[in-house]
């Protein structure tokens, strides 16, 4: 397939009349079916017409994700939920604290979505994108836009237009490149329950303390637990391998002078350290031969979150043997981070603090 890749300034400005003919072309692609990636907020979304059993076939042949994993669909205002979903009074409380913005909420679905981009649950999960150019191209194309995010399954999610490019050229329509996410993480999950309470089943840019100002918030056990053995996962997604980096991935819970003595009695081959800024120099003093790649300065967690995806792609592209990072706060988007890492690590902490 040819791929087109067209570049849109970025998606927090308006929109110009040469930047809306582009956008019209790609709403055009999604009409008839087509695949169109395109930024957002969060991470890149790899778009079909969430109406179209065929586009969501098209989505998960692209991605080589399972069919059993739902997709997220995206509409332009909170309210164009109503097509698609039953919806609640959370759902509008919620909507008009977070929306537009990096959230996405469960609905019992209507019969407008069909079964594929649902993956056979009677639930939906629908977000409205805050970036400008996500936005005004599913106004344009005037339907919800499935859209999971832009990376093969297994790899971690595209932050950047490099990135999508590398995953998906030759397996979509058109690529909008609209420069770096913001957030760079993918949206928060929720659920209502019925007692009123909402559940996280994604942790994001939306953070847990914003969520309760809303309702009291429980946290599903796979957010900072591993699933166990045969346990079903509320949200499908949660039982894939995610995120994940080619070389194993070590977490290491405790201060800097432990984490480099650990490194140093255990590291063989080519190692690379994910740091903070401020412990730069220490490690580059007592482990010369590790190759740094900087998160940003300590506690900047925004900045750990914009950056963490290019990390472990740029890690992918080095071919180490190993990389060792800190485990996260789980403070804040700190969550958020906590809950990728230990994906990307497939659960592999090593407890450094006595
Ligand atoms: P992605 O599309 O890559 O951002 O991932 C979407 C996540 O949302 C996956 O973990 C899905 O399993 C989850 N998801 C989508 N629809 C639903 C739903 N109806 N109920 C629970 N989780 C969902
Ligand atoms: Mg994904």
Do not use: Q, W
């Not at 397939?1 to 308006?14: A, H, S």
């Not at 030759?170 to 770096?180: F, K, W, Y």
């Not at 007592?286 to 290019?310: C, Q, S």
Request: proline share 6%.
């Amino acid at each position: 397939m040819n791929t087109e890749i067209i570049k849109i300034e970025d998606g927090k400005g308006d929109i110009s009349t040469s930047e809306l003919s582009l956008l019209k072309k790609a709403a055009e692609i999604l009409k008839s079916g087509g695949l169109v990636v395109f930024p957002t907020e969060t991470v890149y979304g790899l778009g079909g017409d969430a109406t179209n059993p065929s586009a969501s076939e098209k989505i998960y042949k692209a991605k080589g994700r399972p069919s059993d994993n739902p997709l997220i669909i995206h509409i332009s205002r909170p309210e164009d939920a109503e097509k698609y979903a039953y919806t609640t009074d959370i759902y509008y409380k919620l909507a008009e604290r977070f929306m537009p913005g990096p959230i996405t909420v469960i609905l019992k679905a209507r019969g407008s979505v069909p079964e594929k981009t649902r993956g056979g649950l009677e639930t939906v999960a629908v977000r409205c994108p805050e970036n400008k150019i996500a936005n005004k191209l599913i106004e344009l194309a005037g339907v919800a836009i499935a859209a999971p995010s832009a990376n093969l399954s297994g790899s971690p999610s595209p932050t950047k237009a490099s990135h999508v490019i590398d995953d998906m050229m030759g397996r979509v329509d058109m690529i909008i490149d609209g420069g770096e996410c913001d957030i760079g993480l993918e949206s928060t999950i929720v659920k209502a329950d019925e007692d009123g309470s909402l559940c996280l089943l994604r942790p994001g840019g939306i953070t847990v303390d914003e969520l309760s100002e809303i309702a009291p918030v429980r946290l599903a056990d796979a957010v900072v637990n591993k699933l166990k053995d045969g346990e079903v996962a509320i949200s499908p997604g949660m039982k894939y391998r995610h995120y994940a980096p080619k070389a194993p991935l070590v977490l290491l819970d405790g201060d800097i002078s432990d984490a480099i003595s650990y490194i140093g009695d255990n590291a063989k081959g080519r190692v690379a350290v994910v740091c903070y800024t401020e412990d730069k120099e220490s490690i580059c003093k007592a482990l010369p031969n590790v190759t740094l790649l900087e998160l940003g300065e300590l506690g900047d967690f925004d900045e750990h979150a914009h950056r963490l995806f290019d990390i472990l792609r740029e890690a992918d592209k080095m071919c180490f043997d190993i990389i060792f990072a800190p485990l996260p706060e789980k403070r804040g988007i700190g969550l958020a981070l906590y809950n990728r890492m230990i994906r990307a690590a497939a659960h592999t902490i090593i407890n450094l603090r006595r």
